[in-house]
């Protein structure tokens, strides 16, 4: 079974600062991972999906790494803003899978400090 | 824009009341979904489809039910069944499994 572990479960920052949120999977026979946003009571807003082909995507100041090896995605951002205080999620889809198996990560909920 | 949208934000139901959730799209995807989010249980998934006028049981379908009569309608009812209904439920589309997830905003049902 393909577990999704994120670590810090919380981060604290003050603005300006670069930071790096890992996300682990257990399973390496996936077809892409995908990084989603969640302010609180909202909705997943999707930042960057990672084919398994790929090893990283950027969007903006954001830039997500994928190590299928080694089981490992890390969401890089760069100078950190007030605005981006939020909770980060990662999901996988394993290989095989019919739609039913998208796995989430536990979550990283980050404040940025003014 | 394209997008989902789901409706309504807010839903509060008696007990033995059932309730629908609604959920359409217009970004023409085939694929569809329900997740329930709990604080401290991550997202769960209810219900997906993926083609019209079919469906499959998620992880925790018991005490709801779903019909894809339109590619872009996936309404969810959550039935006097589920005993305990208060969550967060959230829509998700995608064009196929593999090539990434988009969520609606969420309804928010409690139950009064």
């Known amino acids: 079974k393909q577990e999704v572990t994120q670590i810090p479960a919380a981060l604290s920052v003050p603005e300006g600062e670069n930071l790096v949120l890992n996300c682990s999977f257990t399973d390496s026979a996936i077809y892409n991972l995908q990084w989603f946003r969640q302010d609180p009571g909202k909705g997943l807003t999707s930042l960057l999906l990672?084919?398994?082909?790929?090893r990283e995507q950027t969007s903006g100041r954001l830039n997500a790494s994928l190590d299928k090896s080694s089981g490992r995605s890390t969401l890089y951002i760069a100078a950190s803003q007030p605005g981006d205080s939020a909770t980060y999620l990662c999901a996988v889809i394993p290989l095989g899978s019919s739609g039913d198996k998208l796995t989430f990560g536990t979550g990283t909920r980050l404040a940025v400090r003014p | 824009d394209g997008g989902i949208t789901q409706s309504p934000k807010y839903l509060f139901r008696k007990e033995g009341q059932n309730v629908t959730l609604s959920c359409e799209q217009n970004l023409n995807h085939d694929a569809m979904y329900w997740y329930r989010q709990d604080p401290g249980q991550g997202l769960r998934l209810i219900y997906y489809?993926?083609?019209?006028?079919?469906?499959q049981k998620g992880d925790i379908a018991e005490g709801y039910s779903v019909s894809r009569e339109k590619k872009e309608s996936f309404p969810l009812t959550v039935t006097s069944a589920q005993k305990n209904p208060t969550a967060f439920y959230l829509c998700?589309?995608?064009?196929?499994?593999?090539?990434?997830?988009?969520f609606g905003s969420g309804t928010r049902l409690t139950v009064v």
């Open positions: 489809s993926q083609i019209v006028n079919d469906f």
């Open positions: 990672i084919q398994s082909s790929q």
């Open positions: 998700a589309s995608s064009i196929s499994y593999e090539d990434g997830y988009t």
